[in-house]
């Protein structure tokens, strides 16, 4: 059953919920107006590890936040957050994280690297929409690469089995552990399901490592002021719903040269 009235998100919110710690601490070498994760940070939830083959991750690997699975018909929902940010501008993302690989060099000029939502399937309830118009896909660095720019030429398959390549990802020199280049559709209106292969045009010079993500995001918040906590209640977070196993991660749209320390906590409610 799911949450329907006000009355009953107030009795799940104090009687039935999952508590959420927050303690991140900040990755240097950020870029400012580009995404980084916070899988590999250390502090609360405790750093993940770069994936080797492709896998799912869930609400039990070290690096999610982890939540109390539920028995249908109860239903998780992410309900309320209070976060306060060592760097001003900062915007907070929430995303399940559906799958990862890694083992990617820089240093391999050849196609490596494959990700499959079916092969390496998170369910049905995680992936949403069965368009795959839910999922973000990233490439992430998770040891810097070299200082060599080069570009990186993906080939994809979309929702109805087509295949392409999408537009060249500049790599710019010595992407930092953390860095996420988002991959985006090549095809108007339709969806990465797959991604086939990554191909360096060069060398970068230092093999570092890197890989693919798969993820869905669940909610977005902006915290403007330095050390301000900020509090947002569910109609601001859009109460998404929280599937079991779900692989609940952090990430940022940075505004300087580094994450900033990221302290606060929340609650699943579940109802």
């Known amino acids: 059953m799911t949450i329907s ?17 927050i303690d991140k601490a900040s990755l240097a070498n950020a870029v400012a107006g580009q995404f ?20 799912v991750p869930t609400s039990a690997t070290t690096g999610a936040m982890g939540f109390t699975n539920q028995t249908s018909p109860v239903t998780s929902y992410i309900a309320w957050l209070a976060l ?14 559906l799958a990862h690989t890694g083992g990617l060099s820089g240093t391999v000029t050849t196609a490596q690297g494959a990700l499959s939502l079916i092969t390496t399937d998170p369910g049905a309830d995680r992936l949403g929409d069965a368009n795959y118009s839910d999922v973000q ?9 070299g200082a060599t720019g080069v570009n990186a030429t993906v080939n994809v398959t979309y929702e ?9 990802i500049a790599l710019g020199a010595t992407p930092r ?22 191909t360096l045009s060069a060398t970068t010079g230092t093999a570092g490592n890197f890989g693919i993500t798969a993820t869905r995001p669940r909610t ?9 906590t900020e509090v947002f209640d569910w109609a601001q977070l859009g109460l998404p ?26 609650k699943i409610a579940h109802g």
């Open 5 to 21: 009235t006000v009355s009953a998100l107030v009795d799940a919110l104090g009687n039935n919920s999952s508590r959420l710690v």
């Open 36 to 55: 980084f994760s916070l899988w590999t940070a250390g502090g609360v939830p405790g750093a993940g590890s770069a994936p080797g083959a492709a896998a």
């Open 84 to 97: 306060q940010s060592g760097v001003s501008a900062t915007n907070v993302e929430i995303h399940d994280r």
């Open 137 to 145: 896909w990233w490439l992430e660095v998770y040891t810097a690469l």
């Open 160 to 168: 109805d089995a087509s295949t392409g390549n999408l537009a060249a």
């Open 177 to 198: 552990a953390g860095r996420l280049y988002p991959l985006v559709s090549a095809s108007a209106g339709h969806f990465i399901r797959q991604v086939n292969s990554v």
């Open 220 to 228: 977005s918040v902006s915290l403007p002021l330095l050390n301000k």
């Open 241 to 266: 719903i929280v599937p079991n196993d779900s692989c609940l991660m952090l990430l940022m749209l940075c505004a300087t040269t580094s994450t900033g320390v990221l302290r606060g906590h929340g």
